[in-house]
């Protein structure tokens, strides 16, 4: 099942899709303690968490050090059993690698993943070359129909203020509202993110 959530800047989306993530992992000990017994059910959990954060994230800077560094506070909070795992620009291998039918992934966030990419690729695409996003892009997509478990995806919606200026902004913005529709024509579910409420949109 696969769940993305939209939202702009501070809009709660990424502590929606945490507590989104705690309610599957909920459902997924459930469903797992009526397959097996209590007590074998107990030693899974105390063996593998059931909630995976895959980060995209990178700390280049002192303000998206203390950006992270509020997330990391934020999911001790909420005393969810969190495994994190740091894939910035490998994401789909990533996510194939992990997924699993009693595994809830959250991925936090699609544009943040994009514009690593964007940044590694900008002397290339200068040139007319942009194959490496293409690729990656192209294999996300193509894992999503194949992922097992609950997978929910951050993703910023950016493209309701003005058009940026300079070429790479403008690009981002493109990329990321393509990025988002892709991915919202396969998901089970969209939600978007306003102040904190989730309005739902599929």
């Known amino acids: 099942m696969i769940h993305l959530v939209l939202g702009g800047a501070r809009s709660g ?4 899709g945490e507590t989104l993530a705690a309610t599957y992992a909920e459902q997924v000990s459930e469903q797992v303690s009526e ?29 998206m050090s203390q950006r992270i560094a509020r997330h990391q506070q934020d999911r001790v909070d909420a005393k969810v059993n969190w495994l994190l795992i740091e894939s910035p620009l490998a994401l789909a ?10 595994k809830v992934i959250l991925v936090d966030c699609l544009t943040l993943y994009l514009t690593n990419h ?21 294999a ?32 981002f913005a493109d990329e990321a509202g393509w990025l988002n529709q892709a991915i919202a024509e396969q998901a089970d579910k969209v939600t978007l993110v306003v102040a904190g409420l989730p309005l739902a949109l599929k």
């Open 13 to 16: 989306k990424s502590r929606y």
């Open 35 to 63: 397959q097996v017994s209590e007590q074998v059910s107990e030693q899974c959990s105390a063996q593998s968490p059931s909630c995976i954060y895959i980060a995209t994230a990178t700390a280049l800077d002192e303000e």
């Open 93 to 102: 291998s990533t996510l194939m690698e992990q997924s699993a039918d009693d």
């Open 118 to 138: 964007l940044v590694a690729s900008e002397e290339t695409h200068r040139n007319g070359v942009d194959d490496l996003w293409q690729q990656q892009k192209i």
């Open 140 to 171: 996300l997509l193509n894992a999503l129909p194949q992922l097992k478990g609950h997978i929910i995806f951050i993703s910023n919606e950016v493209g309701s203020g003005i058009v940026p200026l300079g070429e790479l902004t403008r690009r």
